[in-house]
């Protein structure tokens, strides 16, 4: 490692430090009072060596893991690692010496799954289960293996001030939150899953930190006054001393996927990673994590965060584009959200009807180059080129429902044949769909936005942001108070709920539709060239056929809330059989009209708000 702690064993530690504008460097190690060969914590300050790159090292003999450290600059400040590796007194505090290698895995054999199998379920730690930790999640693995997923993107899990946080306050990239299970935790839920068929994505945070504990810019350029983000200044990636900052954040990729054999890396608000170089970070990023999967011969892929509608970010390096392997597509979910909340305030303002999502449907972004009303110019390029498996899509996630004022998700803003409905159009959709965290059983508890500040100036801004965040959707009263306990403990699921009542049908819902997903091939291959779609906006209606060799899939959705929908079938094949229908007694329906089998020209009836799945 270029940068922090490396415990090579038999009590031999590198410490290294990229500050190059500091005239004098050292570290000051405190041993562990307990069990370790001195009987008192006498701290230990050892002077380091700058090299010609502005680099920091020593060698130090009998330091051991556990062991605690920071650095000292100029013969004053004495601050943690920026590359720390455990903050287990917090952001402030020293940080730890952690053995990497340490951990027995158990997943040996463990390649991936393939980007186009996946079924991805977005949680937070802390508020996935009561305890908030690894260790709690651990044994609701095989709970989600038997709804059909298969993998697991983890909000940001990097250390931030106080115990609570979304994640995107972080201050140290390369450590793991201790209220989670710190190192040791994540790597013991990473195994877990990956021993029960689960691939873990990871969400890092490459375009900002947070504003607490971040004392990167002390140590050398970190950031730069070229470019201003939502949270501030840029980080570096192509100004001045612009290389050991590249290589902070190279490294800590490929940091997560060597240790804590990582599957693939959810890259955060990418749009904000200002890099006017010839080789933009992401596609170096891209490169290397290439090299690194194909030397370890395991799948692991990047999915880029992104609102700029553009196929650069995921465009093969020999088109001009990062080679980043898919990205998040708001505009799914914003279409369809319109369709099934009637919502239109706000970035909801710019979609109007069934045709906003047929063409989503058709090609992925719905704002492919023309005028967006809410951004008061035009908007995006085409992605009717990319293949499926390029774009995931949910109907929630953390931000579309934490960015709320009341974090209300889908089951506060829809009625039952809403949920299923939504269910449906994500599930049965030609592109990789993300669950969010008890949207499965229609959870009711909201998701706030949640903080842990020490800083009273701090938490009285954010306090304030959230309150001027909201005006462009004039939403009526105010916010919780992102610094109270009680909003985030009010954002933690009431998972015993999955199994009673109308939850429990949601859940066995959403099951069959991930179970007819995999067992069709026409529903499991990702290939928007083998698939028609159309839409009828007075009936607000929207048809869709799917194909892959003899596999076929028909399947209707009804967006009226009050209508039936009547749809002349115009699909050769007369063996269409009905294996799934949201009307039906048995998902608490309002009582199905379509017919059990399907013939060329039938007419088709379908309930209002509601949706039915044809196969061959």
């Not at 949207?439 to 306090?463: C, K, M, N, S, W």
């Not at 909201?470 to 992102?482: E, T």
Request: hydrophobic letters at 40%; one cysteine or more; aromatic letters at 12%.
């Amino acid at each position: 490692m270029n940068h922090g702690c490396h415990y090579g064993g038999e009590g031999r530690c590198q410490f290294r430090v990229w500050a190059p504008l500091v005239e004098h460097v050292a570290v000051t190690i405190t041993p562990k009072a307990e069990g370790d060969p001195l009987p008192e914590p006498l701290p230990i300050l050892l002077p380091m060596t700058k090299d010609a790159a502005g680099y920091w090292q020593v060698m130090a003999e009998q330091v051991f893991p556990g062991w605690s450290y920071r650095f000292q600059l100029n013969h004053a400040e004495r601050r943690p690692d920026p590359a720390s590796q455990w903050q287990p007194q917090g952001v402030h505090a020293d940080s730890v010496v952690v053995d990497q290698g340490a951990f027995a895995w158990r997943d040996q054999g463990w390649t991936g799954i393939p980007l186009e199998e996946w079924i991805v379920y977005e949680l937070h730690v802390g508020t996935f289960t009561p305890a908030g930790t690894f260790a709690a999640a651990i044994p609701r693995i095989g709970e989600l293996v038997s709804l059909g997923v298969n993998a697991i993107e983890l909000m940001p899990v990097s250390p931030c001030p106080g115990r609570r946080n979304w994640g995107y306050d972080g201050v140290y990239p390369y450590a793991v939150q201790d209220a989670y299970g710190g190192p040791t935790g994540l790597k013991m839920f990473v195994d877990a899953c990956h021993r029960q068929g689960i691939a873990v994505i990871l969400d890092v945070v490459y375009s900002h930190l947070g504003p607490e504990g971040n004392y990167l810019s002390q140590f050398a350029p970190y950031f730069t006054s070229k470019y201003q983000t939502p949270w501030g200044q840029a980080i570096n990636f192509d100004d001045r001393y612009c290389d050991p900052v590249r290589a902070f954040f190279l490294e800590n990729a490929l940091f997560w996927l060597e240790n804590y054999h990582i599957d693939g890396l959810r890259l955060d608000a990418i749009h904000a990673i200002y890099d006017m170089g010839c080789l933009h970070f992401l596609e170096e990023l891209a490169q290397q994590v290439k090299a690194f999967a194909q030397q370890k011969k395991r799948l692991i892929y990047l999915i880029a965060e992104s609102d700029l509608n553009d196929v650069k970010v995921i465009a093969p390096t020999a088109q001009g584009g990062y080679g980043l392997d898919s990205q998040w597509c708001d505009d799914f979910h914003h279409a369809l959200h319109h369709l099934i909340t009637g919502e239109s305030n706000g970035y909801y303002a710019d979609y109007r009807g069934v045709e906003d999502l047929a063409k989503a449907y058709r090609e992925g972004y719905v704002y492919s180059g023309q005028y967006s009303p809410y951004r008061s110019r035009k908007h995006g390029n085409s992605s009717l080129a990319c293949p499926g498996h390029q774009l995931v899509v949910c109907i929630q996630n953390h931000d579309q429902v934490g960015n709320r004022m009341l974090g209300e998700r889908l089951s506060r803003l829809t009625d039952w044949q809403g949920l299923k409905l939504a269910a449906a159009a994500l599930l049965l959709s030609p592109f990789i769909p993300m669950i969010f965290m008890g949207e499965e059983y229609g959870e009711t508890a909201p998701f706030l936005y949640f903080v842990d500040h020490g800083d009273p100036e701090l938490i009285r801004a954010v306090q304030k942001g959230r309150q001027v965040e909201f005006k462009a959707f004039a939403w009526q009263g105010s916010p919780p108070d992102p610094q109270s306990e009680d909003t985030f403990n009010k954002s933690k699921l009431t998972w015993e709920n999955r199994r009673q009542g109308r939850q429990k049908i949601l859940w066995q819902f959403y099951q069959a539709l991930l179970q007819w997903r995999r067992a069709t091939p026409a529903l499991a291959h990702l290939h928007k060239q083998a698939m028609k779609v159309g839409s009828d906006d007075a009936q607000k209606l929207i048809w869709i056929h799917r194909w892959h060799h003899s596999s076929q899939a028909y399947y209707v959705m009804n967006f009226d809330q009050e209508k039936t929908a009547t749809l002349d079938v115009n699909v050769p094949n007369e063996k269409w059989q009905k294996v799934l229908d949201s009307a039906e007694a048995k998902w608490l329906g309002q009582g199905s009209q379509a017919s059990q089998s399907l013939s060329l020209g039938e007419s088709l009836v379908i309930a209002p708000f509601s949706m039915v799945l044809y196969v061959v």
